[in-house]
Nanobody
């Protein structure tokens, strides 16, 4: 019923920038929180940043001051601007959204995108 499609990953040198996008589509009634998570090889998936519908944000300490999360509620899209990238930022980045659909408007659930690879070379 809901699909999240990420784009914008790729290969970049250390110190460079990338912008990730994630568009939600389907029978969407409302979206509350949206966010980005990442998973590096051999490690658990970890939170990168989240944003509420009203624009309140939360960041992992490791990305504060370098990454910025934003969203366009009219487009059901969340963005992650990543600056001053480091090799340790290399991971698959996943979009997450808490979505209520029209058939169950009072029961939101979490949805995940398929992931986009970000590789930062030293």
């Amino acid at each position: 019923q809901v699909q999240l499609v990420e784009s914008g990953g790729g290969l970049v040198q250390a110190g460079g920038s990338l912008r990730l996008s994630c568009a939600a589509s389907g029978s969407i009634f409302s979206i509350t929180a949206m966010g980005w998570y990442r998973q590096a090889p051999g490690k658990q998936r970890e939170l990168v940043a989240t944003i509420t519908r009203g624009g309140s944000t939360n960041y992992a300490d490791s990305v504060k001051g370098r990454f910025t999360i934003s969203r366009d509620n009219a487009k059901n899209t969340v963005y992650l601007q990543m600056n001053s990238l480091k090799p340790e930022d290399t991971a698959v980045y996943y979009c997450n959204a808490n979505v209520a659909v029209y058939t169950t408007p009072l029961t939101p659930r979490n949805y995940w995108g398929q992931g986009t690879q970000v590789t930062v070379s030293s």
